[in-house]
């Protein structure tokens, strides 16, 4: 099975300029909890992502007030991609190589086209490629946490 079967196409996406609520309007209207970062309206090519998780650890609790602050301010970089043709086991190793889950889907030209949750390859992969994606983007002690001393989050940002 191929990304481009199960991915979500057309996703929400913001740029560097939008303002912090109006990305989490996008999310609240969309039901989703990633919104890709791309360079322009006119060159969609993602360039970051903004999560629910960052918006609240990045603002919130550093007491900032999001509604002040721009995607520029909190989205993640760099941003991991895959493509439409992906299959759907590469792409859960995707996942558990950087403990992500959820991943933009960019076209031939390198444009942002879909996006893919790891909750999508739950529903539609077998049971064991299910369970080693949440096992292996839930496990301590990833590249990064080492990198960075301290566990990343949802999204593989600390």
């Given at each position: 099975?191929?990304?481009?079967?199960?991915?979500?196409?057309?996703?929400?996406?913001?740029?560097?300029?939008?303002?912090i609520?109006?990305v989490?309007?996008?999310?609240?209207?969309?039901?989703?909890?990633?919104?890709?970062?791309?360079?322009?309206?006119?060159?969609?090519?993602?360039?970051?992502?903004?999560?629910?998780?960052?918006?609240?650890?990045?603002?919130?609790?550093?007491g900032?007030n999001?509604?002040d602050m721009l995607?520029?301010?909190?989205?993640?970089?760099?941003v991991?991609?895959?493509?439409?043709?992906?299959?759907?086991?590469?792409?859960?190793?995707?996942?558990?190589?950087?403990q992500?889950?959820?991943?933009?889907?960019?076209d031939?030209?390198?444009?942002?086209?879909?996006?893919?949750?790891?909750?999508?390859?739950?529903?539609?992969?077998?049971?064991?490629?299910?369970?080693?994606?949440?096992?292996?983007?839930?496990?301590?002690?990833?590249?990064?946490?080492?990198?960075?001393?301290?566990?990343?989050?949802?999204?593989?940002?600390?």
């Open positions: 099975m191929k990304v481009r079967e199960i991915m979500t196409r057309d996703p929400a996406c913001c740029t560097r300029d939008t303002r609520e109006e989490a309007r996008m999310m609240v209207e969309r039901d989703c909890g990633e919104i890709p970062v791309v360079a322009s309206a006119r060159n969609p090519v993602p360039v970051g992502v903004i999560t629910d998780r960052d918006i609240v650890t990045r603002t919130v609790a550093s900032r999001p509604i995607a520029s301010e909190v989205m993640t970089t760099p991991v991609t895959t493509t439409p043709d992906a299959k759907l086991e590469d792409c859960a190793r995707m996942f558990a190589e950087h992500i889950r959820r991943v933009p889907v960019v031939e030209k390198g444009e942002c086209c879909g996006i893919i949750a790891q909750a999508d390859i739950a529903r539609a992969a077998p049971d064991r490629v299910t369970v080693e994606v949440v096992r292996d983007v839930s496990q301590p002690g990833s590249p990064m946490e080492s990198a960075r001393g301290a566990a990343p989050d949802e999204d593989g940002v600390v």
